[in-house]
């Protein structure tokens, strides 16, 4: 079985640009989680979603990071306008209802904003 | 709400030494706990969980913990490094009645030959 996919797996872009990152979940799990991870704060979960739905925006960082998720097998993360301070590697998990807690992540994409 | 807490941000061993990582949960019995692991450049994968159904839980690639509820601990052990176990472990508790997971700040392990 194909784990989480995410792509691209390293963005270099510059201030002030747009920056989408996409996620595939694994098939037949129903959640669907956005985290962020930098030497300076750690791990942060940004947002997750539950059947497509958004359940807890709380750590989004603020109104230039938006998230949606179409349809059970993708979503994206979108950046815009794009900062220095964004820069991060930032990872899609996935989990399925009944074990809640056992998030399967992806592999990251390492995002440098110059 | 739950946090759990990891002292310290990196520890060093010799391969075939003992690996202790070391994670304290919040005060209140958590029904959950868990380790996870992230190997250079990978993200994290679940190392082994704590379901309230044994206190000594056996994860993947020899590592083990122990629920201590007296004292508010879910160490990590291993008793031989091996040099493929040099990465980042997260000790992680659920938060609330969400799915949401609280991560520790993560530990890494460096194993010298």
């Known amino acids: 079985d194909a784990g989480v996919i995410q792509s691209p797996r390293h963005e270099v872009t510059e201030m002030g640009q747009e920056v989408t990152l996409r996620c595939k979940p694994i098939?037949?799990?129903?959640?669907l989680f956005w985290y962020r991870q930098t030497m300076m704060r750690g791990l942060e979960l940004l947002i997750y979603?539950?059947?497509?739905?958004?359940?807890?925006d709380s750590g989004m960082p603020e109104d230039r990071f938006s998230a949606k998720m179409p349809n059970a097998s993708f979503s994206t993360l979108k950046i815009q306008p794009s900062e220095p301070r964004d820069s991060a590697v930032y990872f899609c998990?996935?989990?399925?209802?009944?074990?809640?807690?056992?998030?399967?992540f992806g592999p990251g994409t390492r995002l440098t904003v110059t | 709400a739950q946090s759990v807490t990891q002292l310290g941000s990196h520890v060093s061993v010799s391969e075939g030494a003992l690996v202790l990582l070391r994670c304290n949960y919040s005060?209140?019995?958590?029904?959950?706990l868990f380790w996870y692991v992230q190997y250079p450049n990978q993200g994290l994968q679940l190392l082994l969980k704590y379901t309230s159904a044994a206190t000594l839980v056996k994860g993947i690639n020899g590592f083990e913990a122990e629920f201590k509820k007296s004292e508010t601990s879910f160490h990590l052990t291993k008793p031989s490094a091996h040099m493929s176990d040099a990465a980042e472990y997260f000790c992680?508790?659920?938060?609330?009645?969400?799915?949401?997971?609280?991560f520790g700040k993560g530990m890494k392990l460096t194993v010298n030959p």
């Open positions: 992680a508790v659920p938060q609330g009645g969400s799915e949401k997971l609280v």
């Open positions: 979603f539950n059947n497509n739905v958004p359940i807890d």
């Open positions: 998990a996935s989990s399925f209802h009944v074990i809640w807690w056992e998030q399967y």
């Open positions: 005060s209140s019995v958590p029904p959950y």
């Open positions: 098939s037949g799990h129903n959640s």
